[in-house]
């Protein structure tokens, strides 16, 4: 057993202007109910269902596995979306500010299967892709994430999808965004995975390694063939 997360953060406080982050997230979001870091933080979430922190000057916003792994983007703003999950060592963070795709790592059992971006400062001095996460979490939210007190009040909402009209309505509103895709990508490193001592306040459930693994090669985006490869590189 071991961690296993997803979430968005964000370098601005949303909860006075929860629409404006409905547009980010592309999804109407309804309040369900108040709850804790605690529970807000135990393991994965169902794919509907969102936990919201505010800190003075960001929003971390913990979600579905699936719904982490893919990138966000916000104007003017820096946003990094992330995945920790130890059971299966599979680690992903995705960078953007202002729109632009800054960096992109993705690692599968100790393999970085993908790599976009010119490598960030942090990274010469730490090879570990969860201190990575963790380092950028900490730098757009400003607070590291296990700082938070277990009995923080967060927010929990419900997705809901935009209907047709509001949607229309919101892609008037949203200003377009550009994705490099072009970055300049770096050659492939084998890096030692250390599973993090995390707080005991976090519940830990056990799930099946080879559903977590489907799960997170379709919402990376990746071939099933390609984890297979890497599998058959590792002399599985």
């Known amino acids: 057993m071991g961690l296993h997360i997803g979430g968005l953060v964000i370098d601005r406080n949303f909860q006075s202007d929860i629409k404006e982050l409905e547009q980010i997230l592309g999804k109407r979001i309804v309040f369900e109910q108040e709850t804790t870091f605690k529970k807000a933080s135990a393991n994965d979430k169902e794919k509907d269902s969102i936990d919201l922190f505010f800190s003075d000057s960001g929003t971390l916003i913990l ?9 966000f983007k916000a104007k003017g703003q820096q946003a990094v979306s992330f995945v920790i999950d130890e059971e299966s060592m599979t680690f992903g963070v995705h960078y953007t500010r202002n729109g632009f795709l800054i960096r992109k790592i993705i690692e599968v059992e100790g393999e970085v299967v993908e790599r976009k971006g010119e ?18 979490i900490e730098e757009v939210l400003d607070e590291h994430l296990w700082d938070i007190k277990p009995d923080t009040v967060c927010m929990r909402y419900q997705l809901e999808d935009i209907d047709k009209e509001s949607k229309q309505e919101q892609e008037i509103s949203i200003h377009p965004t550009i994705e490099f895709e072009d970055l300049e990508e770096f050659p492939k490193e084998k890096t030692t995975q250390q ?36 599998k058959k590189r590792k002399g599985e």
């Open 63 to 71: 979600m579905n596995i699936e719904q982490a792994s893919t990138l």
């Open 119 to 136: 490598q960030l400062e942090f990274e010469e001095s730490e090879e570990d892709k969860i201190e990575l996460i963790y380092h950028l």
């Open 195 to 230: 599973i993090i001592n995390h707080q005991e306040e976090i519940t830990k459930v056990k799930r099946p390694k080879k559903s977590i693994l489907k799960k997170m090669i379709r919402g990376l985006g990746l071939e099933e063939t390609d984890f297979n490869i890497i």
